[in-house]
């Protein structure tokens, strides 16, 4: 097909996926009526921060026609720092003037408005929210796991999900192992029979954990939370959800199921101090799928331990194990190697992943509908953490259906989240058994 022919066939798919998004929405799609930008795509970064920046860069980095037209974030020195790199790195392809900059808690429907294609990469418990207004407003979404932190949300990005699926908007979530070859290629072998059914499997996140962003004297309790996010579960979800996610994710892939009731244990044993939030530090679970086969989940932010983050799987007929470095090797039960993946000269699966949306959006074409995995994948990891926060053993359906939402009332810098410091600044930590998972 020639050049013309695929921009032709591309501005025809952003204008059919524009129609089904409904004629309310005719007006906030740039793209509609007019071809004036000599059909670039452009996109708009909602959360300037690190992955979002690492996102945006690998978007420009794609072979296809892309220009950052609009930036949104919480903070200003957050979006200024993005928007320097930016430009530093892809100069005219950084075309973001300054009434296409919003800053606070309402920026993002403004800067999605301007965009075909939009990158959401905050702190995930803005997620839900975010991805809603980006598929009302008819837009293709690049967004970063974990899409949620609580039940509610979850069912949020689920019904948009299905909402995404009906306009044709394409949505590729970061779980970037699903764009890995490695993964890619043993996960097949796997699915198609080579070590038989899987019946146990262990999954892995043992690290010495993250950043903290100390508490500045002028804060307000909000301001603090929302840079110190990691350790408050109305924004991060704990580290089982926003980091472990991705070796869960593996688990439901492998299994090509999600698991109908989850069991475990956890503590805070290294990180105690206030500026740790209320997280835990350590999850050991069991993931029980409906077949009966069981998978052991361990994550851990302990520094001078041994550091693990991988999958493996037990077969009837054999074993695999994968990891992130690119490797992918399954045996057969007598030892022998029945698939090795090459480590060297893989590409970055970061990278991948927007290769692959933008080749797909440019070719007018609705191949990725991942909120939905996106989505069960992060509710494992949130069950996760509601079976080591109370102790109990839960139930898939109990949880997806519980109303516990963790969201503040309201979004401003002065409102008071959910969770708040006692006198010595230290917050609530759940204590198994006295916690109640579906009020949390
Ligand atoms: N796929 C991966 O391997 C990977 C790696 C790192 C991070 N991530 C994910 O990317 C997301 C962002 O992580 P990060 O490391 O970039 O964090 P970060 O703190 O560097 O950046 C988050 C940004 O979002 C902004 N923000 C927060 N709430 C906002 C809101 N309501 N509206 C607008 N902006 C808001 C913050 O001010 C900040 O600039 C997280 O979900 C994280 O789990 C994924």
């Known amino acids: 097909m020639n050049k013309l022919n695929l921009y032709q066939q591309r501005r025809d798919f952003l204008k059919t996926s524009a129609v089904i998004a409904g004629s309310t929405m005719l007006s906030s799609i740039p793209f509609m ?10 996109i708009a970064l909602i959360g300037c921060g690190g992955r979002g920046t690492g996102a945006a860069s690998q978007a420009l980095s794609t072979k296809f026609n892309l220009q950052l037209v609009a930036m949104a974030d919480a903070f200003r020195d957050q979006l200024d720092n993005s928007h320097k790199d930016l430009s530093e790195k892809f100069k005219d392809k950084v075309n973001v003037p300054e009434d296409h900059k919003f800053v606070g808690f309402d920026a993002y429907a403004k800067a999605i408005a301007l965009a075909d294609v939009v990158i959401l990469a905050t702190s995930p418990g803005f997620r839900p929210i975010h991805f809603e207004e980006a598929i009302k407003q008819g837009k293709h979404v690049f967004m970063e796991k974990p899409v949620a932190v609580d039940a509610p949300g979850i069912r949020k990005v689920l019904a948009t999900a299905e909402e995404a699926k009906k306009k044709k908007l394409n949505v590729v979530v970061g779980l970037q192992r699903r764009y890995q070859k490695n993964y890619r290629e043993a996960i097949k072998r796997i699915h198609d029979g080579e070590i038989g059914d899987i019946v146990g499997g262990q999954v892995y996140w043992n690290s010495g954990g993250v950043w903290v962003r100390p508490r500045k004297p002028d804060q307000t309790e909000m301001e603090y939370q929302m840079r110190n996010w990691f350790y408050f579960n109305w924004l991060c979800g704990d580290h089982i959800v926003e980091q472990h996610v991705h070796n869960i994710d593996i688990a439901n892939w492998v299994k090509g199921s999600y698991p109908v009731s989850i069991q475990g244990t956890g503590s805070r044993a290294w990180r105690t101090g206030k500026e740790y939030g209320e997280i835990y530090d350590n999850h050991s679970i069991e993931l029980t799928y409906a077949d009966g086969s069981v998978i052991y989940s361990q994550c ?17 007929k054999g074993k695999a194990y994968l990891s992130a470095s690119n490797t992918g090797k399954l045996w057969d039960h007598q030892g022998n190697l029945l698939f090795n993946h090459p480590t060297k000269g893989q590409a970055n699966p970061y990278q991948t992943e927007h290769d692959e949306l933008f080749e797909t959006i440019s070719k007018g074409e609705y191949k990725h509908w991942d909120a939905e995995y996106g989505a069960k994948s992060t509710l494992t990891g949130i069950i996760g953490r509601y079976a080591t926060y109370s102790g109990q053993v839960i139930k898939w359906d109990d949880a997806l259906n519980a109303d516990n939402s963790l969201m503040p009332e ?8 959910k ?17 109640h998972w579906e009020k949390a």
Request: net charge negative; hydrophobic share 30%; proline share 8%.
């Open 33 to 42: 009526g007019h071809s004036s930008v000599n059909d670039t795509i452009k």
């Open 300 to 316: 851990r932010h302990f520094e001078g331990t041994q550091n693990r983050v991988d999958e493996t799987f037990f077969g009837t």
């Open 410 to 417: 309201t979004l401003t810098w002065d409102a008071k989240p």
């Open 419 to 435: 969770i708040l410091p006692n006198e010595n600044g230290l917050y609530p930590v759940a204590q198994p058994g006295l916690f």
